[in-house]
């Protein structure tokens, strides 16, 4: 897997957004989040990306745990968020 999400709380502030997502994303797989407006499909990208604190769950990345990893080392390492 290339992206491994387990069990992934988030949100803004004290709110949670996101209760226990779990998601995985083989090489060469293209995969799309579809949902109504407010569904949290923007929090668990920019959760992913790192701009967002993770309140629980673990984010796996090309084998590497990046659960707490700063945004701009995500970038370099060749995640991205395109609204």
Same mark, same amino acid.
């Given at each position: 897997?290339i992206l491994?999400?387990?069990?992934?709380? =988030?949100?803004y502030?004290?709110k949670?957004?996101?209760? =226990?997502?779990n +998601? =995985? @994303?083989?090489e060469?797989? @293209?995969?799309?989040?579809?949902?109504? $407006?407010?569904?949290?499909?923007t929090t +668990? +990208?920019?959760?992913? +990306?790192?701009l967002?604190?993770?309140?629980?769950?673990? /984010?796996? %990345? #090309?084998g590497? $745990?990046i659960t707490h #990893?700063? =945004?701009f080392i $995500?970038v370099?390492?060749g /995640?991205s %968020? @395109?609204?």
């Open positions: 897997m491994e999400v387990d069990q992934l709380r =988030s949100g502030f004290k949670e957004v996101l209760h =226990s997502i +998601l =995985s @994303v083989g060469r797989e @293209v995969v799309g989040i579809i949902g109504h $407006n407010c569904a949290g499909k +668990l +990208l920019k959760t992913i +990306l790192g967002l604190p993770i309140m629980e769950g673990t /984010i796996i %990345y #090309q590497k $745990n #990893q700063k =945004s $995500n370099e390492e /995640i %968020y @395109v609204p």
